[in-house]
């Protein structure tokens, strides 16, 4: 089983990452890219695909046309499954990647 965040852990990581909002219902964070087209919305869920599994830790998303929208939460974290350290650091990942 993975650690979910306690809430002081939670907070610093979301002030590090202004652009990831955070659902409390389902304790995730989620955001939205867009792109030019879908040829760039498409390679970069293929470059976060990559990194994703090498890590084990796969994303939810949805894509329509240039739109690509991530929500992140460990399904193994805690009793219920919550935002991890692994969430974060796929984050941190597809940041890089958009």
């Not at 760039?40 to 739109?67: G, I, Q, S």
Request: hydrophobic letters at 40%.
């Amino acid at each position: 089983m993975v650690a979910q965040l306690t809430d002081e852990e939670r907070k610093a990581a979301l002030a590090k990452r202004p652009d990831w909002e955070y659902d409390a219902k389902r304790d995730a964070i989620s955001r939205s890219f867009k792109f030019s087209d879908f040829t760039e919305a498409f390679a970069f869920m293929t470059r976060v695909a990559l990194h994703a599994e090498k890590a084990d830790h796969h994303p939810e998303w949805f894509n329509v046309y240039n739109r690509v929208d991530i929500t992140l939460t460990t399904h193994d974290a805690g009793e219920k499954g919550g935002l991890s350290q692994r969430d974060l650091a796929l984050a941190d990942i597809i940041e890089r990647c958009a």
